[in-house]
């Protein structure tokens, strides 16, 4: 296979400004070219990708891209290539794609070796997106996936990342503790009260924090954070937890595995499953897809391969 496709977002990426770096770094090569389209963000033209035998596909836009084409790439020999146009681009951060520059990103594709890395799948059994999703950094519920509801489309295009700062107020007020079963690979499930529940393959998100500091996205593992504060002593334990005991205390030298409190809860498993007893925002990759109430989360060990 030699040749490469490209599949761009036409309301993340200016054309011009690909076709340059694709052309200038990928000169005298074989390049198909899609465009994405409202009903259809990726997935459907990573799969014509496959069948004309592209070696490499590059998925320019934002996660939302990145995610569909991923979705189409997995168990092929087809290599995911990133060009981050997005406001989060969170698997680009989480495996040191240049970020606000094309053609640096382009040219960090084209010079990297292949790795193989997991994708995570989550199966929504009652909700309004009900279905098999697969996911490359996190789902979850919560003040992430209020926030994400609570977030002007408008502002968050001008703004980027800051524009969620508008929506943590309204969503923290939002946000309440929820009671769920959770089931954790083969263990009983546990009836738990939840405020916020991330699962993911990686654990940064924007601004370099880290909520799941023991993601790793070739481990074969999807991690589990589970934050049950309520009240004032109940945050100041998650603040610490989150900002120092796996944050900078971390990051100098301390714990090499998350830390769990009374209030957050670490765990890294294959499998899990979650019933809620009232449905609630959720959020993949950085995308709301609506409210949830039964949902399962696995993983498709090394099953991507990325550039």
Same mark, same amino acid.
């Given at each position: 296979m030699t040749t490469m496709g490209v599949i761009w977002n036409p309301t993340k990426v200016d054309e011009a400004e690909l076709r340059t770096a694709i052309e200038t770094v990928h000169a005298g090569e074989d390049v198909l070219w899609w465009e994405t389209t409202e009903e259809d963000p990726g997935r459907g033209m990573a799969e014509q990708?496959?069948?004309?035998?592209?070696?490499?596909?590059?998925?320019?836009?934002?996660?939302?891209? =990145?995610?569909?084409?991923?979705?189409? #790439?997995?168990?092929?020999?087809a290599a995911l290539a990133i060009i981050p146009r997005g406001t989060g681009n969170l698997l680009a951060r989480?495996?040191?794609?240049?970020?606000?520059?094309?053609?640096?990103?382009?040219?960090?594709?084209?010079?990297?070796?292949?790795?193989?890395?997991?994708?995570?799948?989550?199966?929504i059994i009652e909700g309004d997106d009900d279905g098999v999703h697969g996911f490359l950094v996190m789902v979850g519920l919560g003040l992430d996936a209020q926030m994400l509801a609570a977030t002007d489309d408008d502002l968050k295009a001008k703004a980027g990342w800051l524009a969620y700062v508008q929506a943590l107020g309204q969503a923290a007020a939002a946000t309440e503790l929820v009671g769920a079963q959770i089931a954790l690979d083969d263990e009983e499930s546990q009836d738990i009260s939840v405020h916020t529940l991330l699962i993911g393959n990686c654990g940064m998100i924007q601004g370099g924090i880290t909520l799941l500091p023991d993601a790793v996205p070739d481990d074969g593992l999807i991690d589990v954070l589970v934050i049950s504060a309520d009240g004032v002593r109940g945050w100041l334990d998650t603040a610490k937890s989150l900002l120092w005991d796996n944050g900078l205390k971390r990051m100098l030298g301390g714990a090499d595995e998350a830390?769990?409190?009374?209030?957050?809860?670490?765990?890294?498993?294959?499998?899990?499953?979650?019933? #809620?007893?009232?449905? *609630? *925002?959720?959020?993949?990759?950085?995308?709301?897809?609506?409210?949830?109430? =039964?949902?399962?989360?696995? =993983?498709?060990?090394?099953? #991507? #391969?990325?550039?």
């Open positions: 990708a496959v069948r004309a035998g592209c070696a490499v596909v590059y998925a320019a836009g934002g996660d939302g891209t =990145v995610r569909a084409v991923a979705e189409a #790439l997995v168990d092929t020999d989480n495996l040191g794609v240049p970020l606000g520059d094309v053609r640096a990103a382009v040219e960090h594709a084209a010079a990297a070796e292949g790795r193989t890395i997991d994708m995570g799948e989550v199966r830390v769990s409190t009374e209030f957050t809860s670490h765990a890294s498993v294959t499998r899990v499953r979650v019933e #809620l007893d009232e449905p *609630q *925002q959720f959020e993949i990759d950085g995308e709301e897809v609506g409210a949830v109430r =039964v949902f399962e989360v696995g =993983v498709r060990a090394a099953s #991507l #391969l990325v550039r």
